[in-house]
């Protein structure tokens, strides 16, 4: 039976070691828990491992807080170091578990999950570092890989402040739901590279959230305009970057890393998901969510990974 998955006769009084056990109502499903559900080395840290970096359920016992209290935790080692959220129960310490908004359903939370912590950080940033230096609002932002869970929602997010949204996607059938999240245009990766080999090309981006890295990202470098900024918060197209300083020396650009999973405080997640729980009734109709049993876990990450999926899988035990 694999680690994680509670054999009959489970108790929760035997979670030693960890504070609290939280019976898990639903998952969120990433691109690191495909990574990991292959076995990748560099996200499976022990093995046997259960992926799942996501959860949202009810505190069934252990530790300060009361039982049948809904939460939401994220990262904090599951899924990589320590068994993660498909599974039917989780056990961690209190300290990382996130109260629940009120009214915001588990399925619901998991839809968004690390993916909506993610676009928030990533929007946020770009507004500390672009708007202050751009405030003109009829120039483009874009967004890469913009079928995915975290594109997508950056797309809903940067077209909520009022930013003019292309969406980047190789998918036409990711072209409707990205219009109805707030895109005003939606274009192929092969239709915003420019193909002449210049360090720098004309400036067409004010902010960039890049879903994708690898040489996608390093032809965006090129086309930011002045003083505008790229949040990097993914690696799905490569790890290498072959750019020039030229961007950044030479048009003042910032090229700025988002980690969702350890620089937010616990307070600062905890306001991130009351804005989430803000966002949901936005993009609930629009929103491509798949509901997965844990069955269906094998078949989905095998799917993501070869680039076949759209928008968020949610796994419910």
Not at 8 to 37: H, I, M, Q, T
Not at 50 to 60: C, L, N, Q
Not at 295 to 308: I, N, P, Q
Request: proline share 7%; with cysteine.
């Amino acid at each position: 039976m694999a680690a994680g998955v509670e054999p009959l006769g489970w108790s929760p009084g035997d979670a030693a070691g960890d504070d609290v056990v939280v019976r898990v109502e639903a998952a969120g499903f990433n691109y690191k828990d495909a990574l990991c559900s292959s076995g990748h080395p560099g996200v499976m840290r022990t093995s046997p491992l259960v992926p799942g970096i996501d959860a949202a359920g009810a505190v069934v016992a252990g530790g300060p807080l009361p039982a049948g209290m809904p939460v939401v935790v994220t990262g904090n080692g599951m899924g990589e170091v320590r068994d993660g959220a498909f599974a039917t129960f989780v056990r961690m310490p209190a300290a990382v578990l996130i109260p629940r908004p009120a009214g915001f359903p588990a399925e619901a939370a998991m839809a968004l999950g690390t993916a909506g912590l993610t676009a928030l950080l990533a929007c946020d940033r770009l507004a500390e570092l672009v708007v202050e230096r751009h405030a003109v609002r009829d120039e483009a932002w874009l967004v890469t890989g913009a079928s995915g869970g975290v594109g997508m929602l950056s797309v809903a997010v940067l077209a909520a402040s009022g930013r003019r949204v292309v969406a980047c996607s190789r998918k036409a059938s990711a072209a409707a739901p990205l219009r109805d999240l707030g895109a005003v245009e939606v274009v192929s990766p092969d239709a915003i590279r420019d193909p002449t080999p210049k360090s720098l090309v004309k400036g067409r981006w004010a902010g960039v959230v890049d879903t994708v890295g690898g040489p996608l990202l390093a032809d965006v470098l090129r086309a930011v305009r002045p003083g505008g900024a790229v949040a990097a918060i993914g690696m799905a197209g490569g790890a290498d970057l072959l750019t020039s300083v030229h961007p950044f020396i030479l048009r003042g650009v910032t090229l700025a890393g988002i980690d969702a999973a350890s620089l937010p405080t616990h307070d600062e997640r905890a306001g991130l998901w009351q804005r989430l729980a803000a966002l949901w009734p936005r993009v609930a109709a629009t929103f491509p969510v798949t509901r997965l049993a844990l069955g269906d876990v094998g078949d989905w990450a095998a799917k993501m990974l070869a680039g076949g999926t759209t928008g968020r899988g949610v796994v419910i035990p």
